[in-house]
């Protein structure tokens, strides 16, 4: 083993800071609490939209219910984020007491936001999932389709067979009346043989219609089986969609729970993240201030920083770079008005001499002149004290 490769095990073995430690987790659960977020606003929108379509009809616009919808939902996404932070904060200050009064009020807050946000992304998930209406009105819009495309190839048919027997039901009746006004000449005639020639043509044309007749009843059969074989044709068209939409609902209904599983993971995942980002936050600030409060630079980085304030009047433009200082015993009287009970004469003068090493501040007699401005004191102050 190479002492590189030491250096790094020991970097990974020994104990890290809480801060270094779970800062990955800390922004990898914050990145999927936010996903939580995207994907239970998407699951909610359809069930939102859909009851703002059916309680304002009158509104065509579908974008604009949409964006109504968005926008909403993320306000809602949002305000949930914030009140279960205040809440894991809270929970976590009182060493995750239940019972005290703010905690219990943030409870039961943040609890009726997340019911209400777990019921619209679970409804949403099942609005989006259950395609029953849709899969009956499609199979239905498919078989009527089907329906008129066989109706029209066999009315065709039909239509060809029908307008023979129009035909041949013409020509009987021209027929039968031919025969009436022969039989009415024959009545009338004396001569046996030419009575005998008119029966003969009437027998004739009984003939002729019988043939027609036979020709109509077997076309009227052809018709019949026509009319079986396509409504044969359609009967197994429609158990056929039948079948593929009991298995499409089927499966939809298979994709509702695996919806549902989701949509709750989503909300765990959230609540989750929101929640280790506050234990994560409260941790690392009370590891940093334990090891701060531990170190004596920074007791004195303290007092110095408010001996800027009162120097620089917090940073105003009153104070600006080439005006003097105030006097020690006016530092003394401001720093007592503060409440700053750590800084004495002693403290201040010391502060005075850092100020004067870092050419903050410079001494021209009696005198101590600003050489910088506020904030880039601040900084030299805080790079010299090693204040992270």
Not at 77 to 96: A, C, D, P, T
Not at 159 to 176: M, S, Y
Not at 307 to 332: A, K, P, Q, W
């Amino acid at each position: 083993m190479d002492f590189d490769k030491y250096q790094k095990l020991e970097k990974k073995i020994k104990r890290q800071s809480f801060n270094k430690s779970y800062k990955a987790i800390n922004v990898w659960a914050f990145i999927f609490s936010i996903f939580g977020n995207c994907a239970s606003i998407f699951f909610a929108f359809f069930l939102l939209s859909s009851i703002l379509k059916d309680s304002m009809p009158d509104i065509e616009s579908t974008i604009g219910i949409s964006i109504i919808s968005v926008l909403f939902l993320a306000m809602f996404e949002m305000l949930k984020r914030y009140v279960f932070n205040k809440f894991s904060l809270e929970h976590i200050r009182s060493k995750f007491k239940f019972f005290k009064k703010e905690v219990l009020i943030l409870t039961l807050f943040s609890g009726m936001m997340i019911a209400g946000s777990f019921y619209l992304s679970l409804n949403g998930a099942q609005k989006f999932t259950d395609q029953l209406e849709y899969i009956e009105q499609e199979s239905d819009n498919q078989f009527i389709a089907f329906q008129d495309s066989i109706n029209n190839m066999y009315d065709e048919d039909i239509q060809k067979i029908e307008d023979k027997n129009l035909v041949l039901r013409k020509d009987n009746e021209t027929l039968t009346e031919q025969n009436i006004k022969i039989n009415e000449e024959a009545e009338d005639i004396n001569s046996f043989r030419t009575k005998r020639a008119k029966y003969k043509l009437i027998e004739q044309n009984n003939e002729r219609i019988d043939k027609n007749t036979e020709k109509i009843n077997s076309n009227d059969e052809k018709i019949e089986e026509i009319k079986d074989e396509r409504d044969q044709i359609l009967a197994e068209k429609k158990v056929e969609l039948e079948e593929e939409a009991e298995t499409l609902v089927e499966k939809g209904s298979k994709n509702s729970i695996k919806f549902i599983i989701l949509s709750s993971f989503i909300e765990l995942i959230i609540l989750i993240g929101i929640y280790f980002n506050s234990f994560y936050d409260y941790r690392s600030f009370r590891e940093y201030e334990e090891n701060i409060k531990a170190d004596p630079n920074f007791n004195k980085w303290v007092n110095y920083d408010r001996l800027l304030e009162l120097i620089y009047n917090n940073g105003t433009n009153i104070t600006r770079v080439g005006d003097t200082t105030v006097s020690m015993s006016r530092l003394e009287d401001l720093a007592r008005i503060n409440n700053y009970l750590k800084m004495d004469r002693k403290v201040i003068s010391d502060g005075f001499k850092v100020l004067n090493h870092l050419g903050i501040v410079t001494t021209k007699g009696s005198k101590r002149v600003i050489e910088v401005d506020y904030e880039v004191a601040k900084e030299v102050l805080k790079d010299y004290f090693n204040i992270v």
